[in-house]
């Protein structure tokens, strides 16, 4: 790697420092097998002074969503998935989708598409809020952990589903939010390839 884009990368660092947009950052590049670049900065524990290393541990959340990304992104170049192919076309109750708004149901005004699951624009979400979506997808969940000590825990296609019945947030492609986007990518995934999402993804590139 030239030094130009190496220097490029530490001011990028330490600018996100600066800004107080993380504690601190390790960077790793590599190509064919070898390391192209290695860079720290910041933190590990700010309060206690320790700064970051190349062998720090770090506790990361929801990378199962870009992973997910990676294995619908596999089907887009094989041509077995289409950016603006309607999810409902895969998982049957997202058609007729409606957009909680202002206490009351609308139309929505076009499907939810797989472009949409990507790039979280699909209108679903969390049940972080008090909104009939966020009230309806905090019971979805509820149900699902119910079910994981049972004899029938839901599966992905199951859940899907079941989150399809649900209003949407917002009109799609009209908005962002953090949500169940990528569960139901997974559930199309597995609707195309037959296979569970996880053993797609350890045919594919997990186990290689």
Not at 125 to 144: A, H, V
Not at 164 to 184: F, N, R, V
Request: with cysteine; proline share 3%; hydrophobic share 40%.
């Amino acid at each position: 790697m030239n030094s130009d884009l190496q220097q490029r990368m530490e001011a990028v660092l330490a600018d996100a420092l600066d800004q107080q947009e993380m504690s601190g950052a390790s960077v790793l590049v590599m190509k064919d097998g070898k390391i192209l670049c290695r860079l720290e900065a910041g933190y590990a524990d700010r309060k206690a002074g320790r700064k970051i290393k190349c062998d720090t541990i770090y506790r990361l959340y929801s990378m199962t969503k870009p992973v997910t990304a990676v294995a619908a992104m596999i089907l887009l170049e094989r041509g077995a998935l289409c950016l603006q192919t309607p999810v409902y076309e895969y998982i049957p109750s997202f058609s007729g989708g409606k957009v909680w708004r202002d206490g009351h149901l609308e139309e929505a005004i076009r499907p939810v598409t797989i472009h949409d699951l990507l790039n979280m624009t699909s209108g679903l979400s969390y049940g972080d809020s008090d909104t009939e979506t966020e009230r309806r997808t905090r019971e979805l969940f509820c149900e699902t952990e119910r079910r994981l000590i049972t004899e029938s825990p839901m599966t992905t296609r199951e859940f899907a589903e079941k989150a399809g019945a649900i209003p949407l947030l917002y009109q799609p492609g009209t908005s962002w939010k953090y949500g169940i986007s990528a569960d139901i990518m997974g559930a199309v995934i597995e609707t195309v390839t037959n296979q569970t999402l996880g053993a797609f993804m350890r045919k594919e590139f997990l186990n290689r």
